[in-house]
Nanobody, 126 residues
Framework: QVQLVESGGGLVQTGGSLSLSCALS????????LGWFRQAPGKEREFVMA????????YYADSVKGRFTITRDNAKNTVYLQMNSLKPEDTAIYSC???????????????????WGQGTQVTVSS
């Protein structure tokens, strides 16, 4: 079945940038809504950004508006999360998720996604 593998995490100073990648295999990439979630120690997993299966509409959490960008490259079966102006509050394990053609009202809900990657650590130092 569908598998997702994240990469690109690391350590960066406040104000720096990182770009995360998530490669999908085992399915038709263009059929899936793709999302990024994150979980910090002691906190619940939260929605970050998502992009629809068409690739023409994106969704975002208020906490990352203007700083993060989500894109997808269907030719490479990969979704990206470009993170700029990073803050210590962005420190978390970032996971990508996929589900078949989610409606707009479901893209931010963890339960709506049926495929998940293992996550990649992002640490932002002050």
């Amino acid at each position: 079945q569908v598998q997702l593998v994240e990469s690109g995490g690391g350590l960066v100073q406040t104000g720096g940038s990182l770009s995360l990648s998530c490669a999908l295999s085992g399915g038709t990439f263009s059929s899936y809504t793709l999302g990024w979630f994150r979980q910090a120690p002691g906190k619940e997993r939260e929605f970050v950004m998502a992009i629809d299966y068409i690739g023409s509409r994106t969704y975002y959490a208020d906490s990352v508006k203007g700083r993060f960008t989500i894109t997808r490259d269907n030719a490479k079966n990969t979704v990206y999360l470009q993170m700029n102006s990073l803050k210590p509050e962005d420190t978390a394990i970032y996971s990508c998720a996929a589900s078949f053609r989610l409606s707009a009202g479901l893209v931010g809900r963890r339960a709506a996604y049926n495929y998940w990657g293992q996550g990649t650590q992002v640490t932002v130092s002050s």
